[in-house]
Nanobody, 123 residues
């Protein structure tokens, strides 16, 4: 399979914005997703996008603030994060499920992961 390499993390004040990218070479079918994991917490879904064009899915905690997208060549995944809150602080991971399994909100639904990029939001 391909590679998943995240970039774009950093530190920002509450209310600010960041744009994460994930170079997702070699993935052309199934679905891609963003997850995040804060210290002492379980990894949780942020957003999912399907190669087949279905409507993206967002966790309730980020709905209306975050937008997941792919570029035209569909080899880069993005996560635009606006109105950031301190509770958004976490390590953000992109994940791929080329098999296109029916589940999509649990980490176990994905076989391939990037190394993560840290997002820190200060109050």
């Amino acid at each position: 399979q391909g590679q998943l390499v995240e970039s774009g993390g950093g530190s920002v004040e509450a209310g600010g914005s960041l744009r994460l990218s994930c170079a997702a070479s070699g993935y052309t079918v199934g679905k891609l997703a963003w997850f995040r994991q804060a210290p002492g917490k379980e990894r949780e879904e942020v957003a999912v996008i399907w190669f087949g064009g279905s409507t993206p899915h967002y966790a309730d905690s980020v709905k209306g603030r975050f937008t997941i997208s792919q570029d035209n060549a569909k080899n880069t995944l993005h996560l635009q994060m606006n109105s950031l809150k301190p509770e958004d602080t976490a390590n953000y991971y992109c994940a791929a499920d080329p098999q296109g399994t029916g589940c999509f909100t649990r980490p176990a639904c994905y076989d391939y992961w990037g190394q993560g990029t840290q997002v820190t939001v200060s109050s």
